[in-house]
């Protein structure tokens, strides 16, 4: 039997092993693997259908398409607040849209693009509470949920001491001890608030405005600039072109809260 020619064997070799270098980290070649929150209606939830809607899910799919993925190479992961640095970093995701905020604690394990939206954290209370108004309130022996990992729950322990801060592992956790009344207050960022607010017409109210400013950006292995270049650039289209703009209308329209500007993207 012939052998097989030495051209065809390394042009085999090539066709297999170049999707897989331009894929990065967690995905196969075929596909990307991107992590995003399931539980957050309006940013990123995973219906009972199966399917993923919200506002995150929407600017991770623009960016795939225009890192040249079609919709059904997309897989998505969970990426829970507090494990977000260790999927990037472990390669278990290409990239993670989470709600997550860019700061310089996690840039000392992961890289940014973006910023893509800019909120800020502030406080939901059920629909009847009148004595939370804003986090000092929350200092006379009322609980507050947040979630472990979080700028959030940072935050209110380093400028709260004194409030009783209980950790869940997700935002839906907290709104639902806020709900049968095992927690007082939910505290995180106003758009994620809103969300929860528009799924429970009536049932839950923000109080407080925002006391931070939450950057949005699109976790990525740390020094892939490549890979921070060409998301950015996804991202800057997207805005100009005005799916940004439609992905906030489509998906945080109802929660109430005024449609904000696109940011301007500084990561590099
Ligand atoms: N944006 C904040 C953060 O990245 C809170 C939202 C979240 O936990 O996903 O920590």
């Not at 059904?72 to 709600?99: C, F, H, M």
């Not at 507050?144 to 839906?172: E, H, M, N, W």
């Not at 017409?201 to 976790?219: A, C, D, L, N, W």
Request: with cysteine; net charge negative.
């Amino acid at each position: 039997m012939r052998s097989i020619p030495r051209r065809i064997v390394a042009a085999l070799a090539l066709a297999v092993a170049l999707p897989l270098a331009a894929c990065g980290g967690g995905g196969d070649g075929d596909n990307v693997v991107i992590g995003t929150k399931f539980d957050q209606p309006g940013l990123g939830l995973k219906n009972p259908d199966g399917t993923m809607t919200g506002f995150d899910v929407d600017v991770a799919r623009y960016v795939a398409e225009q890192l040249g993925y079609t919709d059904d190479q997309i897989v998505w992961k969970e990426a829970p607040s507090a494990q977000r640095e260790t999927l990037i970093a472990n390669g278990q995701v290409d990239y993670i849209v989470a709600t997550y905020s860019i700061t310089d604690s996690r840039k000392e394990r992961v890289s940014f693009a973006g910023p893509y939206l800019i909120t800020g954290q502030s406080l939901l209370v059920r629909a009847d509470n009148t004595d939370i108004v804003g986090a000092e309130s929350l200092e006379n022996n009322k609980k507050l949920c947040s979630v472990t990992g979080s700028t959030p729950a940072q935050r209110i322990k380093d400028q709260y001491p004194g409030v009783q801060l209980q950790q869940y592992d997700t935002y839906s956790a907290c709104v639902e001890a806020l709900k049968n009344g095992a927690v007082d207050a939910v505290t995180t960022d106003e758009v994620i608030l809103a969300g929860y607010a528009a799924q429970s017409p009536g049932t839950f109210k923000i109080v407080g405005g925002t006391f931070s400013e939450e950057r949005y950006g699109v976790g990525l292995k740390k020094g892939d600039t490549e890979l921070q270049t060409k998301i950015n650039d996804a991202l800057v289209k997207m805005f100009e072109s005005g799916a940004w703009k439609a992905a906030w209308d489509n998906n945080l329209g109802a929660s109430g809260l005024p449609a904000p500007t696109p940011p301007t993207i500084d990561q590099t």
